[in-house]
């Protein structure tokens, strides 16, 4: 089994910045794609990011040029950068990794913006 944690969620103001992790552990050997969703209070979740290796990352175009996403397989972490955050951007983020063709997901943090 793979866990992964999510933190760094918050409230901030719209033109603000946060910065999210996910640790993964368990069986973390094998993590191909780690990505990034989100899911705003009745609407349905979507791809914010994913990254699948270290020249290649995608970006939902309601946040490309804001936010970005890097991983540190060191650390078995994923970040996801926000920046000049919007209130549309408010929602539950959830960090997702792909082992062996099975994804696995975090509990989400609650990332709030505030215009």
């Known amino acids: 089994q793979v866990q992964l944690v999510e933190s760094g969620g918050g409230l901030v103001q719209a033109g603000g910045s946060l910065r999210l992790s996910c640790a993964a552990s368990?069986?973390?050997?094998?993590?191909?794609?780690m990505s990034w969703f989100r899911q705003a209070p009745g609407k349905q979740r979507e791809l914010v990011a994913h990254?699948?290796?270290?020249?290649?990352?995608t970006y939902a175009d309601s946040v490309k040029g804001r936010f970005s996403i890097s991983r540190d397989n060191a650390k078995n972490t994923v970040y996801l950068q926000m920046n000049s955050l919007k209130p549309e951007d408010t929602a539950v983020y959830y960090c997702?990794?792909?082992?062996?063709?099975?994804?696995?997901w975090g509990q989400g943090t609650q990332v709030t913006v505030s215009s």
């Open positions: 368990g069986s973390i050997s094998s993590i191909n794609t």
């Open positions: 990254i699948i290796s270290r020249a290649s990352t």
């Open positions: 997702a990794a792909d082992r062996r063709g099975n994804w696995f």
